[in-house]
């Protein structure tokens, strides 16, 4: 196995295989290319996600640690199931799909700094309109206080970003998303990344190889029409 850094072809989307990806940095696989929705496709699909910052190459990353949620063991606290019945909300999905990945890039913005920049965020707008791109929306009061985007074009939901103006709002929107996919019988979330918030919820790691075999498990499952559609959804918290 080769370990290096690839340089992708404006003419191809194929990706080298993620296990070729360089140890430090760690999961750093190819770079170049473009943010095409069929580039996205296809890189999702082999377990890949760009990820880079303004003034960067587009960079393609496949860690050799991947951070997932496992729909089982995601972790619902009581302090979290108190403040819902204190402060309700409505869920949507796919109701505003471009407020919620803005509202992730200003959150980010104005903290850290961003990897979801004008570039990125016009291109999940584009997967969007193209049905493998969805968001899981709060409101109050008819208000976005918070949500959540990723891709799902097989068993999986690949979370992207979250964001809240209320307290423990990312965690409502996570626990709807979590009761979505249960429903409609889907495998787990890749999280790519693990950090500190999500472990709190339940995420784990595991070897970019069990990944992989797990992801091509995934590729039999087609979500159905109806899950994606704009809508309400009813007493997702039951």
């Known amino acids: 196995m080769i370990k290096q850094l690839y340089q ?17 940095p760690d999961g750093l696989l190819a770079i170049g290319g473009d943010l095409s929705v069929n580039r996205i496709k296809h890189a999702y699909k082999n377990g890949i996600f760009p990820w880079f910052s303004d003034y960067e190459p587009i960079m393609w990353w496949s860690p050799s640690m991947r951070g997932i949620i496992e729909l089982n063991e995601f972790h619902v606290s009581r302090s979290l199931k108190k403040h819902l019945k204190r402060a309700p909300v409505r869920v949507t999905v796919n109701h505003a799909f471009s407020h919620v990945i803005n509202a992730c890039r200003e959150q980010r913005l104005d903290a850290e700094g961003t990897w979801i920049t004008e570039q990125m965020m016009h291109a999940y707008i584009e997967a969007h309109h193209q049905n493998i791109a969805h968001s899981v929306e709060i409101w109050q009061e008819n208000e976005l206080v918070a949500g959540l985007y990723g891709i799902m074009q097989n068993g999986i939901f690949c979370g992207e970003s979250m964001f809240h103006t209320i307290s423990n709002g990312s965690k409502l929107a996570m626990w709807a ?5 249960k429903k409609h019988h889907s495998h787990f979330i890749d999280c790519q990344l693990e950090n500190p918030y999500l472990i709190t919820l339940g995420a784990k790691v595991i070897p970019r190889r069990e990944f992989l075999t797990r992801l091509k498990l995934a590729h039999s499952y087609i979500p ?5 559609q704009p809508q309400e959804l009813i007493d997702i918290y039951d």
Do not use: C, G, I, K
Not at 177 to 181: F, H, I, P, R
């Open 177 to 181: 998303l979590v009761n979505w996919l």
């Open 224 to 228: 159905t029409a109806s899950m994606w």
């Open 8 to 24: 992708l072809s404006p003419e191809s989307v194929d990706f080298p295989n993620p296990e070729y990806a360089l140890d430090e």
